[in-house]
């Protein structure tokens, strides 16, 4: 494993693109998460559906887009010029002033939650640590996810 991961980031960090045989190497762990959580365990799915989203691996630009999605958020390289545009008309809206809940899996292996919530949220705000959960608590917990749902729509009510 540690072998595939030290192929595909030296490869990809030097911005070419194309397939390669690390892929489907590195697309199982990424798959998972990358990490366990405290209880030790992954997100669990079937191997039909690991084959499913496996079939992306494949893509030509797969190592180009991971990496551009992991850089990203942290400002890390610039968004895609397509959407700035958008991206300074969404920056200029108001506050955000209905009950918001952010659910983050305990086990997300990219990025913890942040310290403190956006200033642009106003309103009522909770931020709930899923443990076991990694990247997608509406797959991975789907009772928690609704039943925080079910709560965030009394607090309008």
Not at 41 to 53: D, L, M, N, V
Not at 106 to 118: C, I, K, T
Request: hydrophobic content about 35%; glycine content about 8%.
């Amino acid at each position: 494993m540690q072998k595939c991961l030290g192929r595909q980031r030296r490869q990809g960090l030097s911005g070419d693109v194309g397939p390669r045989p690390e892929q489907k190497c590195l697309g199982r762990p990424r798959h998972q998460g990358l990490r366990p959580c405290s209880c030790g365990s992954y997100w669990r799915f079937t191997e039909a559906e690991f084959a499913a989203s496996a079939a992306h691996f494949d893509n030509p630009d797969f190592v180009a887009v991971v990496l551009h999605s992991c850089r990203h958020p942290f400002a890390l390289v610039p968004g895609d010029p397509a959407h700035e545009d958008l991206e300074m008309a969404l920056a200029r809206l108001p506050p955000i002033t209905v009950p918001a809940m952010d659910l983050h899996g305990e086990a997300h292996g990219v990025n913890p939650p942040p310290s403190r919530p956006s200033s642009r949220l106003t309103g009522p705000f909770e931020r709930r640590i899923l443990p076991c959960i990694g990247h997608n608590p509406p797959r991975e917990a789907p009772q928690n996810f609704a039943n925080a749902l079910l709560e965030l729509a009394a607090w309008s009510a």
